[in-house]
C-alpha cells in the first residue's frame, strides 16, 4: 500500500509564503504525474499544479507566476513553494500522485494526501 504524507501548511499573512511538502512511502514501481489540488469553502477542488515524470508542469491560472512546483525522484517528493500568497488561496490543499505499485500489469493507481490546511489571513 501507498501513503502520501503532506507537511508545511500553516497560517500565513497576506504577501507571505510557504512550501508545501509530500513525500511518498510504501510498495512504489514508479511514480508518473504528481500534482496539488485545493478546496476552498463552497467551491469545487481544484488542479494547482501539476508535474510529470518528465519535469513537465502546469499551473492554474489563479497561481502562475507564484507558485512552483517541482519533485525530488530519489526521494519520492513533490514540493509546492506558494510565494505573494493572498487570502483566495485559503484552502485545504492535497497532494495526488499516479503510483505503479508493482512490476505487475494493472498496479496502477491514483492516491491522496490527507489534506493540509492553509490558511492566509491580516
Known amino acids: 500500500q501507498v501513503q502520501l504524507v503532506e507537511s508545511g501548511g500553516g497560517l500565513v499573512q497576506p504577501g507571505g509564503s510557504l512550501r508545501l511538502s509530500c513525500a511518498a512511502s510504501?510498495?512504489?514501481?514508479?511514480?508518473?504525474?504528481m500534482g496539488w489540488y485545493r478546496q476552498a469553502p463552497g467551491k469545487e477542488r481544484e488542479l494547482v499544479a501539476g508535474i510529470t515524470s518528465g519535469g513537465s508542469t502546469n499551473y492554474a491560472d489563479s497561481v502562475k507566476g507564484r507558485f512552483t512546483i517541482s519533485r525530488d525522484n530519489a526521494k519520492n517528493t513533490v514540493y509546492l513553494q506558494m510565494n505573494s500568497l493572498k487570502p483566495e488561496d485559503t484552502a485545504v490543499y492535497y497532494c495526488?500522485?499516479?503510483?505503479?505499485?508493482?512490476?505487475?500489469?494493472?498496479?496502477?493507481?491514483?492516491?491522496w494526501g490527507q489534506g493540509t490546511q492553509v490558511t492566509v489571513s491580516s
Open positions: 495526488n500522485a499516479e503510483i505503479r505499485t508493482s512490476v505487475i500489469a494493472g498496479t496502477d493507481y491514483d492516491y
Open positions: 510504501g510498495s512504489i514501481f514508479r511514480i508518473n504525474a
